[in-house]
């Protein structure tokens, strides 16, 4: 394939404003929006991410893939319509790198998206995967996971001992964000 506009696609930093934007629908699944997903999968396999939207990239369609257990699952148009249960469990994001964060997530949720070739589809999941799932589709709604973590929860991850061992770091909300926003490159 030959290079195109996506290829310039990065992940955006938490103070972009897409990430604080609602998406809006795609309706129809065009080789275009297939283009995205592709490039989209390509930057969250780099950043070893288990999930990425649209927002994420700049572009605020309602468009996100997640990959959990080598199981890829692109959404389009993802809506939520029911939802059980609730589990506490770690966060982190792409657009918020090394800051992580217990959120509170349904166990189980329902979700009614489009497929690759614009089919509706309905799809049910349970733990990890039901994470991921509302985690995404926050994004699509301008929703950050530390909008819901749970404050006191909040580290950096600094980086490993020589064991393996987390180096970690505890902060409040403000100062992670202060962090983000300094780093910032000035946009036009
Ligand atoms: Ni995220």
């Not at 195109?4 to 129809?28: C, F, M, S």
């Not at 039901?130 to 909008?147: G, P, S, T, W, Y």
Request: glycine share 6%.
């Amino acid at each position: 394939m030959s290079r195109d506009h996506y290829d310039d696609l990065t992940i955006v930093r938490y103070g972009h404003p897409a990430l604080r934007e609602k998406a809006v629908p795609v309706r129809r699944v065009t080789d275009s929006v297939r283009r995205l997903i592709e490039r989209m999968v390509e930057l969250m396999r780099a950043a070893r991410g288990l999930g990425l939207a649209a927002n994420q990239l700049g572009i605020p369609q309602r468009v996100a893939v997640v990959e959990i257990d080598d199981r890829f699952t692109p959404l389009i148009d993802p809506e939520i319509v029911s939802a059980t249960g609730s589990e506490t469990g770690e966060e982190g994001c792409l657009s918020l790198p090394r800051l992580y964060g217990n959120v509170p997530r349904p166990t189980r949720v329902v979700v009614r998206a489009r497929d690759l070739f614009g089919k509706r589809i309905k799809l049910t999941a349970d733990g990890m995967m039901a994470r991921a799932l509302c985690h995404e589709i926050d994004h699509l709604n301008a929703k950050l996971f530390v909008d819901r973590a749970d404050e006191s929860s909040l580290y950096w991850l600094m980086g490993h001992t020589e064991e393996g061992e987390p180096i970690t770091q505890q902060t409040t909300l403000e100062d992670a964000l202060k962090v983000f926003v300094a780093a910032r490159p000035s946009e036009k």
